[in-house]
């Protein structure tokens, strides 16, 4: 029975900031998924990459990016990208949340982000950062990249989830908005599901959970 469900944070629970980038994008003129494509280059060694194991400050991410988006072409400061990481709470992600717990299951939530904002959401205000706070307070355990040097897909941060909530991996469902992090999870025996949306997400949750839809 997989009684225990784990959750990614900004594009699962929150409304995902590649909708954010991408209107930056059209905005500014500059090609569409350009902050994708930065991120994905060098992908453990980038500006993103070491910034979310907290291996520099925001300063030195906003300078190291703007060099990679320069290498590019293009004029970009990481600053600017800084300020569309915190999405939108989704409510019915909420309420699935508060319904797993009623029943009995165990959750937790995993997030790669960085030492910028308030809190593990990057929230740009305090009260956004108090909401995500009530949320976050839901899940018995959370783990952030930026806190303990390890990021997504490193296999090790999910390990490290599935032995503090004492579980195994086959026990688990884990959900992301990115096929890259879901990939390590599906390696160890988790159920991952890749997050489009809302619906989808929860639709696949109950059944990967073997459970009525319509519950969350």
């Known amino acids: 029975m997989r009684d225990t469900v784990i959750f990614d944070f900004g594009g699962v629970i929150t409304s995902s900031p590649f909708e954010a980038f991408n209107r930056m994008e059209r905005e ?3 090609p569409h998924d350009l902050i994708r494509r930065i991120n994905a280059t060098d992908p453990d060694t980038n500006a993103w990459a070491r910034f979310e194991r907290a291996e520099i400050g925001a300063a030195g991410f906003d300078e190291d990016f703007a060099a990679e988006a ?34 009995g299951y165990h959750i937790g939530c995993i997030t790669n982000n960085v030492p910028a904002g308030e809190g593990a959401g990057m929230s740009r205000t305090a009260d956004k950062a ?3 706070a009530e949320v976050l307070a839901r899940f018995d355990h959370v783990i952030e990249s930026s806190k303990v040097g390890i990021r997504k897909p490193d296999p090790r941060i999910y390990a490290m989830m599935c032995e503090t909530l004492n579980k195994r991996p086959d026990q688990c469902v884990y959900l992301d908005d990115l096929g890259i992090n879901c990939k390590p999870a599906a390696a160890m025996g988790m159920i991952a599901i890749k997050v489009n949306g809302e619906g989808q997400a929860l639709d696949d949750l109950c059944a990967a959970l073997e459970i ?5």
């Open 28 to 30: 500014r003129g500059l």
């Open 70 to 103: 320069r290498a590019l072409g293009h004029e970009l400061r990481g600053e600017d990208v800084l300020a569309l990481l915190s999405g939108d709470i989704r409510p019915r992600m909420v309420h699935a949340l508060d319904w797993l717990k009623r029943e």
């Open 130 to 132: 108090r909401a995500v």
């Open 212 to 216: 009525e839809p319509g519950h969350f």
